[in-house]
């Protein structure tokens, strides 16, 4: 948690206030936001685009997801991830095609030799 943390610090999505030893003194608001960050990463939702929602949890909300900018956020996050799917190589449908009736032929009996 603490690499974890600290990236987070860089984004600038949580900052948590410095003990004299250097650690970070997290409050529960900055373990809320991790947790929720974790949790969007676990979605598919890159932390670096997480701002939206921890805006939202800022603002007074209890999901993090209740605001419009969350919302836009996640329509982004989804088609970045749809862009992400590779197509088939050339000749794969075929293939594809082959296999399915290969799965859904009745298998031919063969008499002992």
């Known amino acids: 948690m603490c690499q974890e943390s600290r990236y987070y610090e860089q984004l600038r999505l949580v900052q948590p206030g410095r003990l004299s030893n250097g650690y970070g003194d997290y409050s529960d608001q900055d373990l809320r936001v991790i947790s929720e960050?974790?949790?969007?990463?676990?979605?598919?939702?890159?932390?670096?685009?997480?701002?939206?929602?921890?805006?939202c949890l800022d603002a007074g909300h209890q999901h993090s997801d209740e605001c419009p900018a969350s919302l836009a956020a996640y329509r982004d996050g989804i088609a970045e991830l749809v862009g992400q799917s590779n197509p088939l190589p050339p000749g794969a449908s075929t293939w594809s095609k082959g296999c399915t009736r290969a799965r859904t032929a009745p298998l031919e009996r063969r008499a002992p030799p």
């Open 37 to 55: 960050i974790r949790a969007l990463s676990g979605l598919g939702i890159n932390p670096a685009r997480a701002a939206p929602f921890i805006e």
